[in-house]
């Protein structure tokens, strides 16, 4: 897995910016008053960390790098793609590397029964990533529509489990595209945090909405990163770039991959104005972020406590991805000791995840099954 991240800068505590309570949000998040998206790319925001002058000439050296650095990117973002995977050469010795790899994260659905063997008892929460997961990877993002089944059965899963989207995308994105009130939801990897609708939570460990934000100081910060990338990559055909509120995107699916590399320089020479954001890649997509200690382990955690789950061993979460990014979340979980992760990939990759599903259409098998299994509960 390649990841280019500045490491362990500090975080604000959660007490400075969250909020359990709709008739008091607004009066929570912080307003910086700050209109200047010009010298906002320039500022640190105050409340939220602090780095030395040495992460920082190192976040801008990865920025800044030469063409080996170039060519690592490149290296990377063609190795990420389904394309290139399935046009390997099929060999006994591939064959076995994919049988080796089954082994070690087994399907979920062929291992449904041991999974619930290992929850009895507990109470399972589902924490769910959005792209590639409940909705097919398509060309244009603004499309990645999710079935009407999938939507009905996630809606049937939440009546039976706390249930979770936690994804890269803005919340009001994604609540577009799954529609359903009475789930929590974690938009920009995790950094905009929103309990269910009220009335609607099914579960009586929460009695009040979620509201956590805490990169809120970088608003101006991305807003600005975001109008720079459309001017800087409106030479680039297939190039799409999209603004998540608390991070930016760029998209890379429909680029030709002549145009990779001219792609990086593009993305690089805006990002080296902004050395307090850091840059990762992910499924055909480059990410900027705040550079700050959260994303969808810590969005995980923070959700769990909120649930009342923080000190507890009466829990099982489960977290089903595809994405590297999703792999924050599963190390979290073994790290833990609690629960597992869910790769969603038809091929081998480096994963914390415990167990796989091919595609969206399992994955919606498997959450078919744990209602089945719920509701069969009782009469058991």
Excluded at 191 to 213: E, W
Aim: with cysteine.
């Amino acid at each position: 897995m390649v990841r280019f991240v500045v490491e362990k800068p500090q975080i604000m505590s959660a007490s400075q910016n969250i909020v359990v309570s709709e008739t008091t949000m607004s009066s929570i998040i912080p307003n910086n008053n700050n209109n200047n998206n010009n010298s906002s790319s320039q500022k640190l925001p105050p409340c939220l960390i602090s780095i030395s002058k040495k992460k920082l000439l190192k976040s801008i050296d990865i920025i800044n790098g030469g063409g080996q650095r170039i060519n690592a990117w490149v290296d990377s973002m063609r190795a990420s793609s389904p394309t290139h995977l399935k046009s390997l050469p099929s060999s006994i010795s591939t064959q076995q590397q994919l049988n080796s790899w089954i082994m070690q994260h087994p399907s979920a659905l062929e291992k449904f029964e041991q999974i619930m063997e290992a929850s009895r008892g507990k109470q399972i929460v589902m924490f769910l990533d959005y792209d590639g997961t409940l909705s097919p990877i398509v060309d244009d993002p603004d499309k990645a529509f999710m079935s009407s089944k999938m939507r009905r059965t996630v809606k049937k899963l939440a009546k039976c489990f706390p249930t979770a989207i936690v994804t890269g995308r803005c919340i009001d994105k994604v609540y577009n595209f799954v529609k359903l009130a009475e789930l929590y939801y974690a938009g920009s990897h995790g950094m905009d945090i929103k309990g269910p609708a009220k009335g609607f939570s099914r579960h009586k460990r929460v009695k009040q909405s979620l509201l956590y934000q805490p990169a809120n100081d970088y608003l101006p910060m991305i807003d600005e990163v975001y109008r720079q990338l459309l001017e800087k990559t409106k030479s680039t055909p297939g190039a799409k770039v999209e603004n998540h509120k608390f991070c930016a995107s760029v998209h890379f699916r429909c680029v030709d991959e002549k145009k990779w590399s001219e792609l990086v320089l593009q993305v690089r020479s805006v990002l080296k104005k902004f050395p307090t954001l850091q840059l990762t890649q992910g499924r055909k997509v480059f990410e900027i972020r705040p550079m700050i200690e959260w994303d969808k382990g810590k969005a995980l955690e923070f959700l769990l406590e909120s649930l009342g789950f923080g000190n507890t061993n009466n829990v099982f979460p489960v977290y089903i991805g595809d994405d590297r990014t999703d792999e924050d979340a599963f190390k979290m979980l073994r790290d833990r000791g609690e629960g597992f992760g869910i790769l969603v990939s038809k091929f081998p990759k480096d994963t914390d995840a415990s167990y796989s599903l091919q595609d969206p259409s399992e994955v919606m098998d498997f959450l078919r099954r744990l209602v089945e299994w719920k509701q069969m509960q009782p009469r058991m």
